[in-house]
């Protein structure tokens, strides 16, 4: 099984602490979770890619609104969409983040960017609160306020080696 680390100068604080333990556990726990469920399937046009979430049991579409988009000049990618709706599914806490993580996991490897690279979106300044600002694998900050309390977000990917299976997860459409 592989494992997944946080940024590297905090890599010696946070092993010695247990932190990377329970980091490593989460997403370990949480993407075979969000696999027995459900499927996550993709289209790509270009440098945009679809992702579609269905019941793994039913067939049923759970979500379509899924986008992920390939910056060519800086590098990096534009997460436009990311509702996966699994929030009005029974037991699903903490499957959005695994989708989340795995959306962009398999985006950067489809646009063949290197092992790290920045992630922007813009989003509600309570859903970055509640959600982004916790996703501890991508360190999403503030880049600037918008108006009507939308934010636009910064953070950044890195490859790790987490769960052995990622490729096989995310299927074509």
Do not use: W
């Given at each position: ?6 940024p590297s100068f905090y890599l010696p604080y946070m092993e010695q602490h247990g932190f990377i333990t329970l980091q490593k556990n989460f997403l370990n ?111 999403f900050s503030i880049r600037y306020a918008r108006p009507a309390d939308k934010v636009c977000l910064t953070g950044n990917y890195r490859k790790n080696s ?12």
């Amino acid at each position: 099984m592989q494992h997944l680390s946080g940024p590297s100068f905090y890599l010696p604080y946070m092993e010695q602490h247990g932190f990377i333990t329970l980091q490593k556990n989460f997403l370990n726990q949480q993407i075979p979770r969000l696999n027995d469920r459900f499927l996550l399937t993709f289209s790509r046009d270009d440098t945009c890619m679809e992702y579609f979430l269905c019941n793994r049991h039913t067939g049923k579409q759970i979500s379509k609104t899924l986008i992920v988009s390939h910056e060519v000049f800086s590098g990096s990618l534009y997460v436009s969409r990311f509702y996966p709706e699994l929030y009005r599914q029974i037991n699903c806490k903490y499957l959005s983040a695994a989708c989340f993580y795995l959306m962009v996991h398999h985006a950067a490897n489809a646009f063949q960017l290197l092992d790290t690279c920045r992630v922007n979106l813009e989003t509600d300044k309570a859903v970055f609160l509640q959600f982004y600002a916790r996703l501890q694998d991508f360190n999403f900050s503030i880049r600037y306020a918008r108006p009507a309390d939308k934010v636009c977000l910064t953070g950044n990917y890195r490859k790790n080696s987490l769960y052995t299976e990622f490729d096989n997860i995310i299927q074509a459409h």
